[in-house]
């Protein structure tokens, strides 16, 4: 996948998590934390700032209130 359609979804799942549902039902999923861990480990930061930003968004979305996400990311290193 292309970086603009990699942003691009990205964009498109951070502006889903701010709905209340949308975001407990993602923050439930146990792969949603795993693209967190795959794409930060394998892109270079100060070469995809917006990209990374936009996925910190989402998982910062997905993290608040009582979803699981928050709960799956304290347990893992």
């Given at each position: 996948?292309?970086?603009?359609?990699?942003?691009?979804?990205?964009?498109?799942?951070?502006?889903?998590?701010?709905?209340?549902?949308?975001?407990?039902?993602?923050?439930?999923?146990?792969?949603?934390?795993?693209?967190?861990?795959?794409?930060?480990?394998?892109?270079e930061?100060?070469?995809?700032?917006k990209?990374?930003?936009?996925?910190?968004?989402f998982?910062?979305?997905?993290?608040?209130?009582?979803?699981?996400?928050?709960?799956?990311?304290?347990?893992?290193?």
């Open positions: 996948m292309a970086y603009a359609d990699m942003l691009i979804v990205l964009e498109i799942l951070e502006t889903g998590s701010m709905n209340e549902a949308v975001r407990g039902n993602l923050s439930e999923k146990k792969k949603i934390k795993d693209l967190f861990l795959v794409v930060v480990r394998s892109v930061i100060s070469k995809n700032k990209m990374i930003a936009s996925l910190v968004q998982f910062s979305n997905l993290c608040y209130g009582t979803g699981k996400l928050r709960q799956m990311l304290a347990k893992d290193d």
